[in-house]
């Protein structure tokens, strides 16, 4: 939200600051109602993606997030559907199918968004 210079950008940051503080709050619950410790820190190579992100500005910041949106939300949304498939925990596949429609939500918008920004 803060690096872009598109405000159609601005706004899918700010949504997705929301939606995922959200569901990442869920996630900690479900974990710790199954004694499951989440990592402190995001992997080594997330991070090197957000900091070859941070080093861009304007336009190609704009376009460099909305690309890793799109793939990161295709990525998730494959897994979610997988956990709805082949997970046996039935509260992991709640959550998984419950959360599946935001996801479609997140990749539909930045699809659109990236149609206005090249």
């Avoid at 990442?24 to 410790?37: F, G, I, M, W």
């Avoid at 861009?56 to 498939?85: C, N, P, Q, S, W």
Wanted: aromatic share 6%.
């Amino acid at each position: 939200k803060q690096k872009a210079a598109h405000d159609k950008v601005k706004g899918m940051g700010e949504m997705m600051s929301m939606d995922h503080n959200k569901v990442n709050e869920q996630v900690k619950q479900l974990a710790t109602r199954r004694n499951v410790s989440l990592p402190g820190t995001i992997g080594d190579d997330k991070q090197k993606d957000i900091d070859a992100m941070a080093a861009k500005t304007g336009k190609e910041f704009d376009k460099a997030y909305v690309r890793y949106m799109i793939k990161d939300h295709e990525d998730d949304i494959a897994l979610f559907k997988k956990a709805v498939d082949k997970v046996n925990d039935a509260d992991v596949r709640t959550f998984a199918s419950n959360t599946l429609p935001k996801l479609q939500e997140h990749l539909d918008s930045f699809k659109m968004v990236q149609k206005i920004i090249n």
